[in-house]
């Protein structure tokens, strides 16, 4: 589908939602189609990201990487680490807490039913993608996500988003996050290989492991190790970094209190 034609079919879907007078926060909890059967992807594989938070020193080097393997807009990311300033709950001092945010690859996700024309869809492999030649870019998906983790890509107007950067792993690379991480704080594998490091690493610290806004049923393949409870819902806390802006001094992007 060539540009022209997705933001005129985009413009026709946003318009029939506003048309209905459904409000956008009930499009996560509407289903429109029902959840299609997975496709593509090695069915004998089920991939997920263990995130050690320990681990983690908030450098931004997957942030870069990310952004460049995936050639992603100016202002918007795939993957980001945001950086909060929590206070201590027993001494009331300061400090500083990273914490990366991607797709979660959910086992039951909110964005795929959502998808009007099923641009959005599960691999056999548990990984979520968005298939760019159908998306029209309606945007009902980046609602539905708990974890903001969509956005409208201005170049395509269409979804995007974390896709474990399949394209690497069919070729038997890391993602770029991954690779690129000089903390060792991102552990990406096949959950179905008892060997792989991600399973065994899950084995050991099963009861330490933690995944974001668990009361959403969505069943998330991106685990935290090492998390501070306060952020596995959304934190009450102030962002202290990510306010980037262009060259007319405009805001472009910015990690507000409580994203």
């Known amino acids: 589908m060539d540009l022209a034609r997705r933001m005129f079919m985009g413009q026709l879907a946003r318009l029939a939602a506003g048309a209905s007078l459904v409000p956008l926060a009930t499009v996560a909890e509407a289903a429109i189609n029902d959840q299609p059967p997975r496709r593509g992807g090695d069915p004998t594989k ?4 263990l995130i050690d938070l320990r681990r983690c020193i908030g450098c931004q080097a997957c942030t870069v990487s990310c952004h460049l393997e995936n050639d992603a807009p100016l202002g918007k990311f795939r993957t980001i680490v ?5 206070d201590d709950p027993e001494t009331g001092d300061m400090s500083t807490f990273f914490l990366p945010r991607l797709c979660n690859h959910c086992d039951n996700p909110p964005c795929v039913p959502v998808c009007p024309v099923q641009a959005t869809y599960q691999q056999e492999d548990g990984i979520v993608v968005v298939d760019a030649e159908r998306c029209v ?3 009902y998906c980046v609602q539905a996500c708990p974890y903001d983790a969509r956005f409208i890509n201005d170049k ?3 979804a995007d988003k974390c896709t474990f950067c399949t394209h690497r792993l069919e070729a038997g690379l890391l993602p770029a996050c ?3 991480c000089v903390g060792g704080a991102r552990i990406i594998g096949d959950l179905n290989d008892p060997e792989s490091t991600i399973a065994r690493m899950i084995a050991e610290h099963r009861d330490e492991l933690q995944v974001l806004q668990p009361e959403k049923g969505t069943l998330p393949h991106v685990f935290y190790l090492g998390m501070d409870e306060r952020f596995v819902d ?3 806390a102030f962002a202290s970094i990510w306010e980037i802006r262009g060259t007319d001094n405009e805001e472009l992007h910015y990690e507000f209190s409580g994203h």
């Open 178 to 180: 991954v690779e690129s």
């Open 46 to 49: 089920r991939y997920a990201m």
């Open 234 to 236: 959304r934190p009450e």
């Open 137 to 139: 870019g309606c945007a």
């Open 82 to 86: 945001s950086q909060y300033e929590v």
């Open 156 to 158: 395509t107007q269409t």
